[in-house]
């Protein structure tokens, strides 16, 4: 073949290029010249290693010179600069057949660069050519400059510039913007603003004004940075900076307010346990996004925003140009593309009414309101006391004598009626363990009554004396019928309750009335007073996906008992009274305190799950109405239209404690109100049910 002749008949790719190399060059050279069906000729073995060098930015076992292998890792450093954090692969076209130069043999290889560009189909290629040395038996490559691009001419270096895309925003019922980009400061300490001696006490007193909850931490923070820098403490919305009085911080010593954007709902926290926050990517995030995410990008840093971050932040605009002194080239250029977005079904005012209820709640709380016809969640709200831990959707806990609305169901179908006569005594055994009914129990709603007043006085002892008439298979059975214990897929991290199968004794009495093993979360309970609200079981759901989408990965949590948080463990082997308005005796606490995991997470299958009834609905809601009419919830009357409801108290600890509860319905609006340590449900709950039924009717 003539000197400088190509054959065209070998396509070899970096695919091939990894299985070789890993077997190393030497295999590939001891063969013959002409190759192989196992085997490559050696000048096609030295141009794949090149192509795997280039790919990898390493040289390390590239067949370079030692000379041309330093020459190489400079120009490589110098020329890529901020591309090389960009995905590429170099893959060799064709090699050209072993020709005589000089005293040895030569070939030539063409490669192909393949930039994949975020965002974009259309990657970035160009191609370049190797020049082939055989001396002593070895093949080695020539190095020159234009491997990185042939346009780069002896002087030239690529510059990348990165254009942001809008952020996607987080919509609400009928396409109302929550989350989007608003006009912000953000507020910190500019230790060159005051002397050394004033940063501790400075970050102190801004940690405090801006609401911190660990203002030392801030303070270290700030003591440990260098002495010219800005540590930020908060960001607020200029327009609504919620609690923060912004004339009195820009007053104190060393505060810097600057002016900037930031993707923030319409209160500071606005739904924040679920729907999380935006802030400045950190070194991990950036390590873990393969070159996608660089450092300064804002990226979803908790919740839906870090769960959706992918079809929020949308995708940034590249320009890649060769800068050659003055001369600027452009080479390659795409635009940026908005993020997508994300669509939920928050009504902005109801979980703005819920948060604001909550707001002087001490301990951890949530309000929680769900559309019965439709499971639309429209407000999920978690008082400051829960810390950040969405409260209304994850929290695990007794759901005290709301949960007597799933016993009533499982006593329908065993053939009761309403109107059937239980007995509703000061105290009742089982398996030597006395229950006995709350403190200030009615006197006159004692002896002989009917299963609906047993319901509206939440009457302990009436519905444990019935615990053979059901079994634990029959509560699961009606709770599942109600919407707990489901586990569909929201695309969000939820609980929706955990019931057992085969709890027998004082267990299976103590669930009777919301104690024992069972648990539940606000939404769960919520969703109870949905379906019956509905006469259907009821699915909550916040995220308005396409069709077809599944939620994001990672995102979708149906929390497990084995998942359970540490408080939810603690209820799970505290509820030692196992009474519902705080009433079994102290003597029989620790058997009713023992449980047993799997029990308790035997929840029914989907596949099993018993329609609720038209007829069942309307006696639930019968029984619920009574509640509100001479029952236990009564405050809830002067609420206009047909307003049902049901109290519950779950005592937890050492039975000192209890959590209060109530569960309501009016029209279309199902609600769940929780106080993690409260007094009754009627006492504490009952008011945040009232105030958030009348503000929702504004």
């Known amino acids: 073949m003539a000197a400088g002749s190509v054959r065209f008949d070998r396509k070899i790719g970096i695919g091939l290029s990894l299985a070789l190399l890993a077997g190393g060059l030497a295999a590939c050279t001891d063969t013959d010249p002409d190759g192989g069906d196992d085997s490559l000729p050696p000048q096609e073995a030295a141009a794949l290693a090149v192509a795997q060098a280039l790919t990898a930015g390493s040289y390390d076992d590239a067949p370079l010179s030692t000379e041309d292998r330093a020459v190489a890792i400079a120009d490589t450093e110098a020329v890529l600069g901020a591309l090389a954090e960009i995905p590429r692969t170099v893959e060799v076209s064709w090699v050209s057949s072993v020709y005589d130069e000089g005293d040895g043999r030569a070939a030539d290889a063409a490669l192909g660069w393949t930039w994949d560009i975020e965002g974009t189909e259309t990657d970035w290629s160009f191609p370049v050519s190797v020049h082939l040395v055989e001396t002593d038996d070895t093949w ?86 260098g002495p010219r820098a800005y540590l930020e403490a908060a960001v607020v919305a200029q327009e609504n900076p919620g609690s923060i009085d912004l004339e009195a911080v820009r007053a104190l010593p060393g505060v810097n307010m600057l002016s900037g954007e930031r993707q923030l709902g319409p209160t500071s926290g606005f739904a924040g346990p679920i729907l999380g926050r935006v802030g400045e990517a950190t070194a991990e995030i950036i390590a873990d996004s393969d070159g996608v995410i660089v450092e300064g990008d804002m990226v979803g840093r908790s919740g839906l925003q870090r769960d959706y971050d992918e079809q929020l932040r949308g995708v940034r605009g590249t320009l890649i140009s060769i800068v050659d002194g003055e001369a600027v080239t452009e080479v390659y250029a795409t635009d940026a593309v908005q993020g997508t977005a994300l669509s939920t079904t928050f009504d902005p005012d109801l979980q703005i ?142 609980f929706l309750g955990s019931v057992p199968t085969d709890a027998a004794g004082t267990l299976h009495a103590a669930d009777l009335i919301g104690q024992g093993q069972v648990l539940a979360s606000p939404l769960a309970m919520a969703t109870v007073a949905a379906s019956v609200a509905a006469g259907a079981r009821v699915e909550p759901y916040l995220l308005n996906l396409p069709e077809g989408d599944p939620p994001a990965e990672g995102a979708d949590g149906a929390t497990d008992d084995a998942a359970a948080t540490d408080d939810a463990s603690d209820e799970a082997g505290a509820t030692d009274d196992a009474s519902d308005e705080a009433g079994a005796t102290d003597d029989a606490s620790d058997e009713a305190g023992a449980t047993d995991d799997d029990d308790a997470s035997d929840d029914a299958p989907e596949s099993e799950i018993v329609p609720l009834t038209n007829e069942e609905a309307a006696q639930l809601r019968v029984a619920m109405r009574a509640v509100v009419t001479y029952g236990t919830a009564t405050m809830l009357a002067t609420l206009p239209g047909e307003v049902g409801a ?45 105030s958030f039924l009348e503000g929702a009717q504004a």
């Open 140 to 225: 080695t490559a020539t190095w020159q400059r234009d491997l990185l691009g042939a346009d780069l001419g002896e002087t030239g270096v690529y510059d990348v510039t990165r254009s942001q895309p809008a952020r996607g925003d987080v919509l609400g019922a009928g396409d109302a913007v929550i989350v989007t980009n608003r006009n912000v400061f953000r507020i910190g300490i500019d230790k060159t603003f005051i002397g050394a001696e004033q940063w501790g006490p400075a970050a102190l007193a801004l940690a405090e004004a801006v609401g911190l909850s660990d203002p030392q931490a801030y303070a270290d923070r700030v003591l440990a940075a």
């Open 353 to 494: 009414l819920a948060e604001s209820i909550l707001a002087p709640v001490t301990s951890a709380s949530a309000l929680v309101a769900i559309r019965p016809s439709t499971g639309e969640i429209l407000a999920a709200a978690s008082g400051p006391g829960g810390e950040g831990l969405s409260t209304a959707t994850v929290g695990q806990y007794a759901p005290g004598s709301t949960f007597k609305i799933v016993t009533l169901l499982a006593l329908l179908r065993s053939g009761l009626n309403l109107d059937d006569t239980v007995h509703c005594t000061e105290t009742v055994t089982v398996d030597g363990r006395e229950f006995s009914n709350y403190p200030g129990y009615p006197a006159d709603a004692l002896g002989d009554i009917s299963l609906e007043t047993a319901i509206a006085q939440s009457c302990n002892t009436a519905l444990i004396a019935e615990h053979q008439r059901i079994s634990a298979a029959d509560l699961a059975s009606a709770a599942a019928s109600l919407g707990l214990t489901a586990t569909p897929e929201l695309g969000f991290p939820y």
């Open 646 to 690: 049901k109290s519950g108290t779950a005592e937890f600890g050492d039975a000192d404690q209890t959590h209060a509860w109530m569960i309501a319905y009016q029209g279309d609006l199902a609600v769940a109100a929780f106080v993690e340590v409260g007094d009754y449900g009627a006492a504490t709950s009952g008011p945040l049910v009232h």
